[in-house]
């Protein structure tokens, strides 16, 4: 079993909707969760960090963690073409202290 | 100003040889890592330096060395190069050791003939 799991996709969504992207652990001692975003060719960007159960909102992105199911999730509100990139889960704590444990990365295709 | 840079951006060499990359930060953080992203995009940490001293290092085949001068500097030499080491390199800092936000710089793209 992977330690960090996500649907590699491609998922597309048409311009305006709402993109889900979800992602499941597997170290239940993890406390840092974390969204990044890789456009092609180009290097990983933090977009979002979230640490307590619940939702955290900023801008158009909503971080979603419920550590009971292991489950953390990205919502992209009003997505735009700009979104279009790889979006990668990763963790930190646990087993994986004092590192970040990615998961393969989900690919979404925002289209006009 | 570049926060997080490499050399080269982009090297291809042949099996067997010897290469080294780069790393500067200019961010003033004091822990420093090495990511091996490979063809399908997974990324794994290799290496990561705080204040000098290496604390994290993975199941990496012993022919990578990362050297770290001073906390804004790590390099990554890499002996007797094979096909399976072509990959996209990056470099990343953070402020403190553990800290999950990490800043890349742009990757070094090796290619092994």
């Known amino acids: 079993q992977k330690e960090v799991e996500q649907n590699s996709g491609p998922l597309s969504v048409p311009e305006g909707a709402i993109a889900s992207l979800n992602c499941t652990y597997s170290?239940?001692?993890?406390?840092?969760f974390f969204w990044y975003r890789q456009y092609s060719g180009k290097s990983p960007e933090l977009i979002m960090s979230i640490y307590s159960n619940g939702d955290k909102e900023d801008g158009r992105f909503t971080a979603q963690l419920n550590k009971a199911s292991q489950y953390v999730s990205l919502l992209i509100r009003d997505s735009q073409p700009s979104d279009s990139a790889t979006y990668l889960c990763?963790?930190?704590?646990?087993?994986?202290?004092?590192?970040?444990?990615f998961g393969q990365g989900t690919i979404l295709t925002v289209h006009p | 100003d570049t926060a997080v840079s490499q050399t080269p951006k982009y090297l291809v060499t042949q099996m067997g040889n010897d290469k080294s990359i780069k790393c500067e930060q200019n961010?003033?953080?004091?822990?420093m890592y090495w990511y091996k992203q490979d063809s399908k995009k997974f990324l794994k940490i290799m290496f990561s330096y705080n204040n000098k001293e290496l604390i994290i290092n993975e199941t990496v085949p012993n022919r990578f060395s990362p050297k770290s001068p001073d906390k804004a500097h790590l390099n990554l030499h890499i002996n007797s190069l094979e096909l399976g080491d072509s990959a996209v390199y990056f470099c990343?800092?953070?402020?403190?050791?553990?800290?999950?936000?990490?800043?890349f710089g742009p990757g070094t793209r090796l290619t092994v003939t």
């Open positions: 170290d239940r001692g993890s406390q840092s």
């Open positions: 961010l003033g953080h004091d822990t």
């Open positions: 990763a963790t930190s704590g646990g087993t994986s202290y004092g590192k970040l444990t």
């Open positions: 990343a800092s953070s402020p403190a050791r553990g800290a999950g936000e990490q800043y």
